[in-house]
């Protein structure tokens, strides 16, 4: 007897507006807090100064740059025509990442950049950290593109308390979580998600593949 397809229940609309909430909380708070810390390292007055050329962080922004880790696109952002015209304001969330890596002087957490940090680290760099974390774990539910309330609470608090702690208005991130959002919202911010999961995805490849060929060459 040939076996019955039982069909699942789709996501009711609060649940896939849940996702769409914190895609949205991720990626717009994410790089408001991401370009708040920055500009507090770098002054946004100073800021063509700190990357002309032959400054260190213009050095290591080649470097970086070489290795594909910044693409064409960010390093156009970062020297534009005229140079005086740079602004954190253009720069993605997935470079203010990067630039805070590296130009901003910021160990990199106990637990390392890629892993949630222990809760009594509230470093700047455990901060940085933990939007990332906290972004793969929004992204882990893009596949059904919902979250359920409980759950929904819980990120929401997560994400809620780093961007915070990063320097973002609590009340502006608490009219986000009752605002309404517009299917074609919903959408927008789905992709900006998947996108900057993408980036950093295709940038840990590019590392990957640097090492592999470091290994491989010293092992000759």
């Keep these: 007897m040939a076996s019955v397809h039982v069909p699942t229940l ?17 990626v717009d708070g994410g790089t408001k807090a991401l370009r708040y810390t920055f500009d507090k390292f770098h002054s946004p007055a100073n800021l063509f100064n700190i990357l002309k050329a032959g400054s260190a962080e213009h050095s290591t922004l080649q470097s970086i740059r070489k290795r594909k880790i910044i693409n064409a696109t960010q390093w156009g952002k970062l020297f534009p025509s005229p140079p005086s015209s740079v602004t954190s304001e253009d720069f ?31 470093s700047v760099e455990a901060n940085i950290a933990r939007v990332k974390h906290y972004r793969n774990a929004v992204y882990g539910h893009a596949s059904q593109a919902s979250v359920d309330d409980p759950k929904f609470n819980s990120l929401w608090q997560d994400v809620s308390a780093t961007l915070v702690a990063l320097g973002v208005d609590a009340a502006a991130i608490a009219k986000l979580k009752t605002e309404p959002i517009v299917p074609d919202k919903e959408t927008h911010y789905r992709e900006r998600l998947k996108e900057w999961k993408k980036d950093e995805d295709n940038i840990k490849d590019q590392l990957n593949r640097m090492e592999g060929i470091l290994t491989s060459v010293l092992g000759k």
């Design 10 to 26: 789709a996501p009711s609309s609060k649940e896939t507006a849940n996702y769409a909430r914190l895609c949205r909380l991720l």
């Design 92 to 122: 993605d969330i997935t470079l203010l990442v990067v630039l805070l890596r590296n130009i901003c002087g910021l160990p990199a957490p106990a637990t390392g950049w890629d892993s949630l940090p222990p809760a009594s680290d509230m």
